[in-house]
């Protein structure tokens, strides 16, 4: 099946405008996440939806970002008056959350953000 | 402060012979942890995964070994091959829908 799928692949904006990034889940899968992810770095957490509410949103960095989910699949994340920091690689990923607490991740391939 | 560390960023292992990669963690509250694989310009894929109430979980040539005491775990590949080239991510978790931590990675070259 469909895996998770984010658009665009690459972007490249200028400081000070706004962007957003858009993440398809694998179908069903009713917990997603998004991650930002700097050169020579991990995945850094920023937000977890459960469903269409923002369970977790600790991660975002300020006010400057937001994230959606409004049906419960497709999420986009907004950045606004974007700064040269903010590039990176944003990931999304979904996963069905168990019983048993094996919620396995499942990332999409990025977004590549460039902010000159 | 970082919660989950893999100190080392690069090992080059021959093919044939074992790779084990190492991730400590400083948060005792974590209890679910996960290895990723990357290859460049994919997302990370999932590997294996271990609860902390295992100290071992085996999947093919994949094992995961928890030893919780000192916080520290380690994924063993064998025999590595040229295709497991790529970073390992070590992520680890509170439990149950909570966001993952990752480490910074280590990259993997498997020389043939």
């Known amino acids: 099946g469909a895996g998770v799928s984010q658009t665009p692949s690459n972007k490249v904006t200028e400081k000070g405008k706004y962007v957003e990034l858009r993440c398809d889940p694998i179908s069903g899968h009713t917990a997603l996440y998004w991650y930002r992810q700097s050169l020579g770095q991990g995945p850094e957490f920023l937000i977890y939806f459960q469903g269409t509410g923002a369970a977790d949103d600790s991660g975002l960095p300020n006010d400057r970002f937001f994230a959606v989910r409004p049906e419960g699949s497709v999420s986009t994340l907004k950045i606004q008056r974007t700064e040269r920091g903010d590039s990176a690689v944003y990931l999304c990923a979904s996963s069905l959350p168990g019983h048993d607490s094996t919620d396995t991740q499942y990332f999409g391939p990025g977004t590549r953000l460039t902010v000159l | 402060d970082q919660q989950v560390k893999q100190n080392s960023p690069s090992l080059s292992v021959q093919e044939g012979r074992i790779s084990i990669l190492n991730c400590d963690y400083t948060?005792?509250?974590?209890?679910?942890f996960l290895w990723y694989k990357k290859y460049p310009a994919e997302g990370p894929t999932f590997l294996i995964s271990i609860s902390s109430i295992k100290d071992k979980n085996e999947d093919g040539r994949f094992t995961v070994f928890l030893n919780k005491s000192a916080k520290h775990l380690s994924l063993h590949i064998v025999p590595s091959q040229p295709g497991d080239s790529a970073v390992y991510f070590c992520a680890a978790s509170e439990g149950y829908g909570q966001n993952f931590v990752f480490g910074p990675g280590t990259r993997l070259s498997v020389l043939p």
């Open positions: 948060n005792s509250m974590f209890d679910y």
